[in-house]
């Protein structure tokens, strides 16, 4: 599915660029929903596991495009030495996302889950503990991390005292599948829930939760439409 493959890149690419411009961060969760939609489309483990690398690789890419000028330091590295060690950061740091977003797959795969709720809490779980991974160890490069980039996000920047900015990559994916489920039809039924979740913690103060009692409620949505 090289269609698919290459939908997958130009999404991570917009999700990594987006970290570098505050005012794009809303929209950089439409990329997170474009990959879920992708891994919805996709039949095989090795094909989604290959959109899952090609798009943390675009995101990383996106989001660190800095980083081989950093690297870059005449006489002491030449070019091609830079150019180098910036590839060979970024496809670890690549296959750290997938081989975590493979044992979240794989976990609600064999608990007999389906659905794309299931996907997109594996996926949020996964992104999450793989950005714990990325920020600690010899290997450590925390830096373009999906929570930093939405402190411009008016959905979800009141979730950090909460939850904190790996909380908070967590709950943009699962913003990104309540996106999915709005895309593709909310009957009433459905969303009498979310406002009634809303208004409760409206009246008992709560605004930052009914955020979080939201996203639980579009997930739950989404995936029952699978």
């Not at 503990?129 to 980039?149: C, F, Q």
Request: hydrophobic fraction near 60%; aromatic fraction near 10%; include cysteine.
């Amino acid at each position: 599915p090289i269609v698919l493959f290459v939908a997958a890149v130009t999404a991570g690419a917009g999700v990594g660029a987006a970290q570098s411009y505050p005012l794009l961060a809303p929209w950089s969760v439409l990329g997170l929903t474009a990959l879920l939609a992708l891994l919805a489309r996709m039949v095989g483990w090795r094909a989604r596991l290959v959109a899952v690398f090609l798009f943390a690789l675009a995101y990383l890419s996106g989001a660190l495009y800095w980083l081989g000028l950093a690297i870059y330091h005449p006489p002491v590295n030449s070019l091609g030495s830079a150019v180098a060690l910036t590839a060979v950061a970024l496809v670890l740091h690549a296959l750290i996302y997938t081989l975590a977003i493979a044992v979240g797959l794989a976990t609600v795969s064999a608990r007999g889950w389906q659905g794309s709720a299931s996907t997109a809490c594996a996926l949020a779980a996964s992104w999450a503990l793989a950005e714990v991974v990325r920020s600690s160890g010899w290997w450590a490069m925390p830096w373009g991390l999906l929570g930093y980039g939405q402190l411009d996000n008016p959905v979800l920047r009141g979730l950090y005292p909460l939850v904190g900015g790996h909380g908070v990559a967590a709950c943009a994916w699962l913003l990104a599948a309540g996106v999915g489920a709005l895309a593709v039809g909310w009957p009433w039924q459905r969303i009498l829930p979310l406002v009634t979740i809303a208004a409760a913690a409206k009246r008992g103060g709560l605004a930052r939760w009914r955020l979080v009692g939201g996203a639980v409620v579009v997930v739950g949505a989404y995936g029952s439409q699978s």
